[in-house]
Every structure is written in C-alpha cells, then in structure tokens.
C-alpha cells in the first residue's frame, strides 16, 4: 500500500469540526420538526444521541459521527472515528447493536489500499463492541471523512442524559484531555513515536467499561467529550440550572500537551470553542488550563456527574474492569451556567 499522510488532507487542524447547539437552533427555527410522543431524546435536547420507546421494556438509540483524520494510520483512523461514534451510545447508558459506515473518499487519489484500511479499523471496533455492521454509504471526496451510524439499545429506566447534576454530585472524566492539540502536532510532525502510541491507544480505546461503571454507580447525567471541549460538554451538562467547579491542578493531560502549546500546535477549533464558550468560563487559573479545556477532542472520554455517596460503587466497578478515571471537579448551586476552573 502506498504510504499516504491522512492529516495532510484535513483542513480543520486534526479535529472534528461541529455547529454547536445554538448555531443549529437557529438554523432550525421557523422548521416545523416532526413530533412524536415515543421520542424520549430528541433534537432540541442537544443529547449524544437520540433515543425512541418501541416498548415498555426497550428503546432504540441512535447517531451518527464521522470526521476528517485525526492521525497517518489509515487503520488507526478507521478504529478511532469508529470508536467515536459507538461512544454516543454508551454515552446515553445504551449497548450498540448495529451500524452503518459513512465514507467520504476518493479512490483516484488516494488508491482503494487506504480506503480498505480504514474499514478494516471501523469494522475491528465494531466486532469489539458486540455490534453488527450492516452496510453503509459512499460519496466520492477529495476530502477524506468517515464514521459511522450507530443503532443501540436501552431500558428506558436506564437512559442517562447530559442533564441531571445536582449541586454537591461530583465530576468524573475517563479519558485524559489534549487529544486535538497532539493531532495537530502529528501534522506538524512534531510529536515522537512513543506519544503516538498513547494517543492512538487512548483514543481507539471503546467508553464501554466506563458506561459499565457509570450504569452500576447510578449516575445522574453523563456526556462524551468530543469536538467543543471539556467547556462545551460541560455546558450542555449545566445549562443555565447549575454551576461547576473544575479542579484545575487535577485534570489529566497527554505530558506533551503543555510543548505543544508552547510551540502554537493549537487546533482551529480550540479557537472556535474558546470564542463560542468563553463568556460560560471563570478561570481562576493561569497557565495551559485554560487551552486544556477549550481543546476539542476526538474519542475523548465520558463526562460523569454521581452523587458523592455512590463513589466507592464507581471505584469498585473501575477497580474490575482496570478503568483509569479523574475526579476532576463538582457540581455546585452558584454561579448558575457557569464554569470556574480553580
């Protein structure tokens, strides 16, 4: 196969790029969306992932996500958009059953070897989470992008929102943050072999332990950290009702983030972010933090709140499945809709 730098042909800097929630609302106002009173998560939820009652028992749950390359592998880009997508699911407490690949590619310029290599990621994902791939759908590209559409399923007394926090709950992240800004040092070829092979683990790595752990804890709400950030994700999390504190000296990072930043490796969309979700940010800190949390990540972790009591269940069922987790912050009653990093 011939060798071929997937991140040369990204224009958003090694990271998905999204229309955030209020750009979509008004995009969508005076659209008349259809209604239906089985749809228990729906469009102007701005949830992971949609969710609809077939029963009393079951609801079926679905997404779609794809993006342009985050790293050269073809393989590696296969697995991690696949896992990206299979983590809106498990982000909602659901267990994936089916899905659908969506290409964007063009055979002429690239060959069919790195198209080939980039299904074989997606489907070897797919075959770790238990689900089936049915098919899927191809447009012809100059611009490589690809991902999936994902069907689940949940008991409706099971579906976790992003909403929920109460005061007091504490915050919990599985995966370390940064992923945007070491994608966009492997453009600028400045990130070593050894930091590749941790963020490639990371983010291939599927969030079905951590939605195990979440789902026996009984959290209150939860969300994937992906394309707006630690500050994004945690906005929807809060809206206007809460607050949250972040615990600044305690969120993980990749150890060649703060370099990287250093040496202007910043992503277009930690800027976009940092615009978009600014004014919701107290920072009480100097230093990284404040690019940390705008970074917009690819397969990033989840994002828990659980009531403190129901700690040592989350801990015990992480301790099982070997996850790594963060406490890195706490729900609080003021200032509502805001974030303060301290």
Same mark, same amino acid.
């Given at each position: 196969?011939?060798?071929?730098?997937?991140?040369?042909?990204?224009?958003?800097?090694g990271c998905?790029?999204?229309?955030?929630?209020?750009?979509?609302?008004?995009?969508?106002?005076?659209i008349?969306?259809?209604?239906?009173?089985n749809?228990?998560?729906?469009?102007e939820?701005?949830?992971?992932?949609?969710?609809?009652?077939?029963?009393?028992?079951?609801?079926?749950?679905?997404?779609?996500d794809?993006?342009?390359?985050?790293?050269?592998?073809p393989?590696?880009?296969?697995?991690i958009?696949?896992?990206?997508?299979?983590?809106?699911?498990?982000?909602?407490?659901?267990?994936?059953?089916?899905?659908?690949?969506?290409?964007?590619?063009?055979p002429?310029?690239?060959?069919?070897? /790195?198209?080939? +290599? =980039?299904?074989? &990621?997606?489907i070897?994902?797919?075959? !770790?989470?238990?689900?089936?791939?049915?098919? %899927?759908?191809?447009?012809?590209?100059e611009?490589i992008?690809?991902?999936?559409?994902?069907?689940?399923?949940?008991?409706?007394d099971r579906?976790?929102?992003?909403?929920?926090?109460q005061p007091g709950?504490?915050?919990?992240?599985?995966?370390?943050?940064?992923?945007?800004?070491?994608?966009?040092?492997?453009?600028?070829?400045?990130?070593?072999?050894?930091?590749?092979?941790?963020?490639?683990?990371?983010?291939?790595?599927?969030?079905?332990r951590?939605?195990?752990?979440?789902?026996?804890?009984?959290?209150?709400?939860?969300?994937?950290?992906?394309?707006?950030g630690?500050?994004?994700?945690?906005?929807?999390?809060?809206k206007?009702s /809460?607050?949250? +504190? =972040?615990?600044? &000296?305690?969120?993980?990072?990749?150890? !060649?983030?703060?370099?990287?930043?250093?040496? %202007?490796?910043?992503?277009s969309?930690?800027?976009?972010?940092?615009?978009?979700?600014?004014?919701?940010?107290?920072?009480?800190?100097?230093?990284?933090?404040?690019?940390?949390?705008?970074?917009?990540?690819?397969?990033?972790?989840?994002?828990?709140?659980?009531?403190?009591?129901?700690?040592?269940?989350?801990?015990?069922?992480a301790?099982?499945?070997?996850?790594?987790?963060w406490?890195?912050?706490?729900?609080?009653?003021?200032p509502r809709?805001?974030?303060?990093?301290?």
């Amino acid at each position: 196969m011939e060798e071929t730098r997937l991140t040369e042909h990204t224009r958003f800097g090694g990271c998905a790029a999204k229309v955030g929630p209020s750009e979509l609302a008004r995009m969508l106002c005076g659209i008349d969306i259809p209604q239906d009173e089985n749809v228990i998560a729906g469009i102007e939820g701005y949830e992971d992932a949609g969710v609809y009652r077939i029963s009393e028992d079951a609801c079926m749950v679905q997404t779609i996500d794809f993006f342009t390359p985050v790293v050269d592998d073809p393989y590696h880009f296969g697995q991690i958009a696949a896992a990206n997508a299979l983590s809106d699911i498990y982000a909602m407490g659901g267990v994936p059953k089916t899905a659908l690949n969506m290409v964007c590619f063009s055979p002429k310029r690239f060959g069919m070897g /790195i198209l080939k +290599e =980039i299904l074989r &990621g997606g489907i070897d994902k797919v075959r !770790e989470s238990g689900a089936s791939l049915l098919g %899927g759908h191809s447009v012809e590209d100059e611009e490589i992008k690809y991902g999936l559409s994902v069907t689940g399923f949940v008991h409706p007394d099971r579906i976790v929102f992003n909403k929920g926090a109460q005061p007091g709950d504490v915050l919990i992240l599985t995966k370390p943050l940064g992923t945007g800004i070491l994608s966009t040092g492997i453009r600028g070829k400045r990130l070593s072999p050894e930091g590749g092979e941790r963020l490639i683990k990371t983010m291939t790595e599927l969030n079905d332990r951590a939605a195990q752990a979440m789902l026996s804890a009984g959290a209150r709400a939860a969300t994937d950290v992906t394309g707006f950030g630690l500050a994004g994700h945690l906005k929807e999390m809060i809206k206007e009702s /809460i607050g949250v +504190e =972040i615990f600044a &000296g305690k969120l993980p990072f990749f150890p !060649e983030v703060p370099g990287l930043i250093e040496a %202007g490796f910043i992503p277009s969309g930690l800027y976009n972010n940092r615009d978009f979700y600014v004014p919701h940010v107290i920072m009480e800190q100097s230093g990284f933090t404040g690019d940390l949390i705008f970074d917009p990540q690819s397969s990033g972790g989840l994002l828990i709140a659980l009531a403190e009591e129901c700690s040592d269940r989350f801990r015990a069922s992480a301790l099982q499945s070997s996850l790594e987790y963060w406490v890195i912050g706490r729900f609080i009653e003021e200032p509502r809709g805001k974030i303060v990093a301290r």
